[in-house]
T-cell receptor
Framework: QKEVEQNSGPLSVPEGAIASLNCTYS??????FFWYRQYSGKSPELIMSIYSNGDKEDGRFTAQLNKASQYVSLLIRDSQPSDSATYLC?????????????FGQGTTLQVKP | DTEVTQTPKHLVMGMTNKKSLKCEQH?????MYWYKQKAKKPPELMFV???????INESVPSRFSPECPNSSLLNLHLHALQPEDSALYLCASSLALQGEQYFGPGTRLTVT
């Protein structure tokens, strides 16, 4: 059973701090990794994708991938109350071209003013 | 532009009704998806279409019937649903299978 695991949280950080969200996956064949943000009552929004080991930065967001450790993380710098949401890690099923994504259970982030 | 649209936003239907959910994208994406999401759970894949052909049915009950009339449109026909089918139904699209998936705003379905 291929799995994606995240701490459900809630992860609470003060405004202006760095929020660190973590995700581990079981399938060593996985090649791409996605982070979605979902506000309560809304649909998931793609905020980061990463395909290579190392860091990828986009504004206040940095995705980090370590394929050897089967670990992908999302850092949010200068966290704002508007970042309060559930963050979903998603990994395509292995290298097969099916379009199937495995989602983690999501981490709820609370940014306190 | 990464917009996927869905109609209606909300739908309330009885267990004997027939209704349809609609999804549209004009990004030239060739893969489209239906997901179901319950509260505090991640999205759960229902169907995958690739180049207008059904490629995955995740053992979804036959009371849900997908249709892809053309490369921009995806429908989900609903018939004889159960109260436990109440959920947020999400449509997504991607340029190709295994690519980044972009979600529409969803249809909040309530079955009474």
């Amino acid at each position: 059973q291929k799995e994606v695991e995240q701490n459900s949280g809630p992860l609470s950080v003060p405004e202006g701090a760095i929020a660190s969200l973590n995700c581990t996956y079981s399938d060593r064949g996985s090649q791409s990794f996605f982070w979605y943000r979902q506000y309560s009552g809304k649909s998931p929004e793609l905020i980061m994708s990463i395909y290579s080991n190392g860091d990828k930065e986009d504004g206040r967001f940095t995705a980090q991938l370590n394929k050897a450790s089967q670990y992908v993380s999302l850092l949010i710098r200068d966290s704002q109350p508007s970042d309060s949401a559930t963050y979903l890690c998603a990994v395509p099923v292995g290298s097969s071209n099916t379009g199937k994504l495995i989602f983690g259970q999501g981490t709820t982030l609370q940014v306190k003013p | 532009d990464t917009e996927v649209t869905q109609t209606p936003k909300h739908l309330v239907m009885g267990m004997t009704n027939k209704k349809s959910l609609k999804c549209e994208q004009h990004m030239g994406h060739r893969a489209m998806y239906w997901y179901k999401q319950k509260a505090k759970k991640p999205p759960e894949l229902m169907f995958v279409y690739s180049y207008e052909k059904l490629s995955i049915n995740e053992s979804v009950p036959s009371r849900f019937s997908p249709e892809c009339p053309n490369s921009s449109l995806l429908n989900l026909h609903l018939h004889a649903l159960q109260p436990e089918d109440s959920a947020l139904y999400l449509c997504a699209s991607s340029l190709a299978l295994q690519g980044e998936q972009y979600f529409g705003p969803g249809t909040r379905l309530t079955v009474t």
